[in-house]
């Protein structure tokens, strides 16, 4: 499969490559970043690099795809957004995304997730998106309320950072309840 590339009003979602490498290091080399993305900042851009190898190998191995979201008007990558356990043959992944701060409460975010979703249910055939979020993450949480995402549970000392447990919301999407948030 080649890699899509997804466009909307102002954002180009591409294929993240090593020339990215400073854009992805600066974004997730921030604390406020970070926070609850379930991984410590960078140290060093060597960090990046491995990201963006995995990115590739998730995406050659069907597993996932990780997109850069580009903003059209100056070509600057302002974040990342993408499917985790991607699993086709269960119709279901998992999204996540982050943006760097500059460029947070804009409704990038909403444009981005909007056209990943669509492809995800469209051209994947997905039938469930699911998506994990620190309970203290209420800016991401209502983003995805507003898209019509369902909080299923609490996951208890599900992810590990910072030397310690925290504890996650699971969140779900199913193809028909997006089709109807759609109009569809």
């Known amino acids: 499969m080649r890699f899509p590339v997804l466009e909307t009003k102002r954002l180009k979602l591409i294929e993240i490559t090593h020339q990215h490498l ?29 990201l963006i190898d995995m990115y590739h190998k998730n995406f050659n191995e069907k597993r996932g795809i990780r997109w850069g979201i ?4 100056n ?3 302002i974040g990342t ?5 991607l699993q086709l043959n269960n119709k279901r992944a998992e999204i996540g995304y982050e943006l760097h701060p500059a460029y947070w409460r804009k409704g990038f975010a909403t444009e981005a997730l909007n056209e ?13 998106m699911g998506a994990v979020v620190y309970p203290e993450n209420t800016v991401s949480l209502n983003l ?5 995402f369902s909080v299923e549970g609490l996951l208890r000392g599900y992810i590990y ?7 996650t919301y699971v969140l779900s999407l199913l193809k028909h309840e ?4 759609q109009g569809e």
């Open 75 to 77: 070509q600057k990558i």
């Open 81 to 85: 957004i993408g499917l985790n356990a």
């Open 22 to 50: 400073d854009s992805i290091f600066g974004i997730l080399s921030l604390e406020e970043v970070t926070k609850y993305y379930g991984t410590d900042p960078f140290i060093l851009p060597a960090e990046a690099t491995k």
């Open 116 to 128: 990943v979703l669509d492809f995800s249910f469209q051209q994947l055939e997905l039938y469930r």
């Open 178 to 181: 997006w089709k109807k948030s």
């Open 144 to 148: 995805l309320k507003k898209l019509g």
């Open 161 to 167: 950072q910072n030397n310690e447990s925290h504890d």
């Open 70 to 73: 580009k903003l059209k008007e």
